[in-house]
């Protein structure tokens, strides 16, 4: 079994529109993961290569006012490879947004 990567994405943008834009891309699911990763098939090597994960759920979804959280896990390592396709799908929307990821993984090995 694969350990768990548990990670939480807070997402801040400058205005209300700009947040708005983008929750409404997040809440349809298939649509967000078509916008951010076009070029991902649903196999375990181009998640690993082009994600960082071998899967990645997404857990929960909170937004308030100018705030997006997002709350996920995936396989033995953070998503680094999403995380830098979430900021520039949100950089499209707000030049001027801002993303703090912190993830731990559920064995203890690594947090950051």
Not at 8 to 14: G, K
Not at 60 to 81: C, I, K, Q, R, Y
Request: contains cysteine.
């Amino acid at each position: 079994m694969a350990n768990h990567v548990y990670t939480n994405i807070n997402i801040t943008f400058e205005s209300n529109d700009a947040s708005n834009k983008y929750i409404q891309d997040v809440l349809q699911y298939d649509k967000y993961f078509k916008i951010i990763c076009p070029d991902v098939e649903s196999t375990r090597d181009d998640y690993i290569e082009k994600l960082g994960a071998k899967w990645i759920s997404f857990d929960d979804v909170d937004f308030d006012d100018n705030e997006l959280t997002l709350n996920m896990h995936s396989a033995w390592s953070p998503a680094f490879g999403l995380f830098e396709r979430i900021y520039n799908h949100a950089k499209t929307i707000d030049p001027e947004v801002s993303l703090v990821i912190t993830w731990e993984d559920e064995g203890y090995n690594f947090i950051g």
